[in-house]
């Protein structure tokens, strides 16, 4: 089985992490409302090509990782987050999602950060069990801070050092 290509988004992969966001929607990962046409862009001035990486298998767009700041602060400015991770199901369980997050971690320490952090919905147990496997601990959880699909849901802040 081939190794997934990761490289940096281009504009022109807009409309293919559109329609990948689209087709991987769901309660277990998103807070946010199912899209409905007309499809907001993917990429956004906050967002751009720049803050994602994609992952291509045998020259497909299977997945992508956002990476950004957490905040606008200076004082901040150290560490990056894993803004978001998708996946096609096609390509589920074939190391895609393990080497965009390997690809974030390197490109967040190419970039200076000391730290990376993330959020994850208590409930998705696939991506707690991936992003622990590759260092990330629970730094804090925000209880019942989501109500999905008429249940609450945590909030789990998690985070790793790439200082070495």
Do not use: C, K
């Amino acid at each position: 089985m081939p190794a997934p290509h990761i490289r940096h988004a281009t504009p022109d992969d807009e409309d293919a992490l559109g329609r990948l966001d689209r087709a991987t929607w769901s309660t277990l990962h998103a807070v946010g409302p199912r899209p409905v046409q007309p499809y907001e862009p993917f990429f956004t001035p906050r967002s751009g090509p720049g803050d994602h990486l994609v992952a291509e298998l045998d020259g497909r767009l299977v997945g992508y990782i956002r990476l950004g700041f957490p905040t606008e602060l200076a004082t901040n400015a150290h560490v990056r987050q894993i803004r978001g991770l998708a996946v096609d199901g096609e390509a589920r369980g074939r190391g895609v999602g393990r080497a965009l997050l390997r690809a974030a971690v390197e490109e967040a320490r190419r970039q200076g950060a000391r730290r990376i952090s993330l959020r994850v919905l208590g409930h998705n147990t696939p991506a707690r069990r991936l992003y622990e496997s590759e260092g990330f601990v629970v730094e804090g959880v925000q209880p019942e801070e989501f109500r999905l699909d008429g249940a609450y849901v945590d909030d789990v802040l998690m985070g790793r050092r790439l200082t070495r």
